[in-house]
């Protein structure tokens, strides 16, 4: 057994696990490696969601009755428990979406209507970068057409790093809004926040940044961060689907004009005109996630109980135990950095002339889960001359001993495909 420094005793962390001892395919314990697309989730966090579908179902808000109050403060409770996971100033600056997707739209929806001096426009640039999740891309593009913006990004390196050396070119001062991932969901790239911060805040630009590769794996301080709106979904943080987050500065939120039009965002309603609730409720219409924010504020109080500082050193133990095995292996090329300093735990990696697809199908058979496809990242892609990428993404409850069924199952692909 591969004993490695900084890891979490994970024998005590799987039993919290269910799923982590299915077995499939003949009795093969599953290995699951694609935490990245979505993790898997402990018993608390199932045992929260059943608890109140069971003893507290009701909506939120306007119900005077005993189990409505209690839905009520459940709901409101996780966003407590948000906002104190990610430093906000306020819990008033934590909006419930159902994933990072809409909460991106939100922002991007938001500027297309916003008033000076916030508004984007045809006189107006959005930045963005060549690594992003499709998420992140298609929002800005539909409000690039839609407002005749126009639309830049940063470039790659051959290392699948940002390349920021035109980064006074890139972002000038007709930059409205820069918007980028903290952490690639296909390269495990870190990207340099404080650089690209500075240069927006020289020129007046909002910042935008995707989280949802950072808020699981690492402590996520959106006051450290001095960004604007900050992006991040549930489900991959041990939480349900059908849950995000997206945070603001208070005073944007102020004066910013809502996405969604409905009930609860409003503060009164004519057949003329409507006046709208303050922050968050005001981006909040209609009946709210409220099992799922349960559900993702159990999460949030899973992941403290074991400490962000202490799942961030196992992972990057874990990660450079994969990189490092990731190499031995005859004819895999990584895609993005190949080192385990300044990288998340998900490497995407080719195999010789082997179709990622093929790799990943022969790799379940063996119980090994990983993903293969464009990853909703297809420019990184082309960026890199591939038709796409094996990915293997590691989490709290990743071992050395899952890494090392990775390399045997790779050796067995490479023989079946001789």
């Not at 240069?199 to 699981?216: H, M, N, Y």
């Not at 489900?235 to 945070?247: A, E, N, R, S, Y």
């Amino acid at each position: 057994m591969t004993i490695l420094p900084g890891l979490l005793d994970t024998e005590a962390i799987r039993k919290d696990f269910p799923i982590l001892d299915r077995t499939v395919h003949d009795g093969k314990k599953i290995v699951y490696l694609d935490s990245a697309a979505t993790s898997q989730k402990p018993r608390q966090v199932l045992d929260a969601l059943n608890a109140y579908y069971e003893r507290h179902n009701a909506n939120v808000h306007r119900g005077v009755y005993t189990i409505a109050e209690e839905a009520t403060a459940l709901y409101e409770g996780a966003r407590d428990k948000v906002a104190a996971f990610i430093n906000a100033p306020s819990r008033d600056e934590v909006i419930f979406t159902k994933n990072a997707s809409e909460s991106l739209n939100l922002v991007a929806n938001m500027l297309g209507w916003a008033d000076e001096p916030y508004r984007v426009d045809h006189e107006t640039e959005i930045v963005i970068t060549e690594m992003e999740h499709h998420s992140n891309i298609v929002p800005w593009q539909l409000l690039s057409q839609r407002t005749g913006a126009k639309l830049k990004w940063f470039g790659l390196t051959d290392d699948g790093r940002l390349d920021l050396s035109n980064i006074d070119e890139i972002i000038t001062e007709k930059t409205k809004v820069v918007s980028f991932v903290l952490v690639s969901n296909i390269m495990g790239t870190i990207n340099p926040v404080e650089t690209i911060v500075r240069r927006a805040q020289e020129v007046g630009a909002l910042v935008v940044i995707d989280a949802s590769q950072a808020a699981p794996h690492m402590v996520l301080d959106v006051q450290a961060l001095q960004a604007d709106f900050v992006a991040f979904t549930g489900h991959k943080m041990c939480g349900p689907t059908g849950i995000g987050v997206l945070w603001g500065r208070q005073e944007l939120l102020e004066d910013l004009p809502p996405f969604l039009g409905g009930g609860e965002m409003i503060e009164t309603v004519s057949m003329h005109s409507s006046t709208y609730a303050p922050a968050p409720h005001k981006f909040e219409a209609g009946t709210p996630p409220i099992a799922q924010a349960v559900g993702l504020g159990a999460a949030v109080d899973y992941l403290t109980s074991i400490g962000m500082e202490n799942i961030a050193r196992h992972e990057h133990a874990i990660t450079q135990y994969a990189v490092r095995r990731l190499q031995e292996v005859p004819d895999l090329r990584i895609i993005g950095p190949t080192t385990a300093e300044d990288r998340g735990a998900a490497i995407s990696f080719t195999l010789g002339d082997i179709h990622p697809h093929d790799v990943g199908q022969v790799l379940d058979e063996q119980g090994i889960a990983v993903r293969v496809g464009h990853h909703c990242a297809r420019p990184v892609c082309l960026r890199y001359g591939i038709p796409a990428t094996t990915r293997a993404s590691f989490y709290l409850y990743s071992t050395p001993g899952e890494v090392d069924a990775l390399i045997e199952g790779l050796e067995h692909v490479r023989n079946f495909f001789g």
